[in-house]
C-alpha cells in the first residue's frame, strides 16, 4: 500500500477513534446520571433501570469498535495494515474502504463467522 493511501487510512481511523472515546465518555456520563436520579415509583426505577441497561450496552459496543480502530492504527505503525491478521494476505481495498478497521480477509471472516476459526487479540 503506498504511503499517501495509507496516511489517508490513519487519519479516517484517528478521527473514528475520537468520535468514540466522546461517544464512551459521554455514556458514561450519561449512565451516572440516571444513576443520581431519585426514581419515586416502579415506572421511574423501571425506566432508570432500561436506560442504564441500554447506555452499558452502547458502551459496550463503542469500546469494542475503539479497541478495533486502536488494534489498526496499531498495525499502520507496525507496518502490517492491509494484511489479514490469520492469514497475511492482502486485504481488498473495498474492504479496507468499508472498514477501515478490518483484521480479516473475506474467506478468514467467514470462518471467524462460523466458528471455524478464532478470533486472534491483535
Given at each position: 500500500?503506498?504511503?499517501?493511501?495509507?496516511?489517508?487510512?490513519?487519519?479516517?481511523?484517528?478521527?473514528?477513534?475520537?468520535?468514540?472515546?466522546?461517544?464512551?465518555s459521554?455514556?458514561?456520563?450519561?449512565?451516572r446520571?440516571?444513576?443520581?436520579?431519585?426514581?419515586?415509583?416502579?415506572?421511574?426505577?423501571?425506566?432508570?433501570?432500561?436506560?442504564?441497561?441500554?447506555?452499558?450496552?452502547?458502551?459496550?459496543?463503542?469500546?469494542?469498535?475503539l479497541?478495533?480502530?486502536?488494534?489498526?492504527?496499531?498495525?499502520?505503525?507496525?507496518?502490517?495494515?492491509?494484511?489479514?491478521?490469520?492469514?497475511?494476505?492482502?486485504?481488498?481495498?473495498?474492504?479496507?474502504?468499508?472498514?477501515p478497521?478490518?483484521?480479516?480477509c473475506?474467506?478468514?471472516q467467514?470462518?471467524?463467522?462460523?466458528?471455524?476459526?478464532?478470533?486472534?487479540?491483535?
Amino acid at each position: 500500500m503506498d504511503k499517501k493511501r495509507l496516511e489517508q487510512f490513519k487519519k479516517r481511523l484517528e478521527t473514528r477513534q475520537q468520535e468514540l472515546r466522546r461517544l464512551v465518555s459521554r455514556n458514561v456520563q450519561d449512565g451516572r446520571a440516571a444513576d443520581e436520579q431519585a426514581a419515586q415509583d416502579i415506572a421511574d426505577k423501571a425506566a432508570n433501570s432500561y436506560t442504564k441497561e441500554f447506555l452499558f450496552h452502547q458502551s459496550h459496543n463503542d469500546r469494542q469498535l475503539l479497541q478495533l480502530v486502536e488494534d489498526a492504527l496499531e498495525r499502520i505503525r507496525a507496518g502490517s495494515y492491509g494484511e489479514c491478521v490469520n492469514c497475511g494476505h492482502e486485504l481488498n481495498a473495498k474492504r479496507l474502504d468499508a472498514v477501515p478497521w478490518t483484521r480479516y480477509c473475506i474467506n478468514c471472516q467467514e470462518k471467524v463467522e462460523q466458528g471455524l476459526l478464532e478470533e486472534s487479540s491483535i
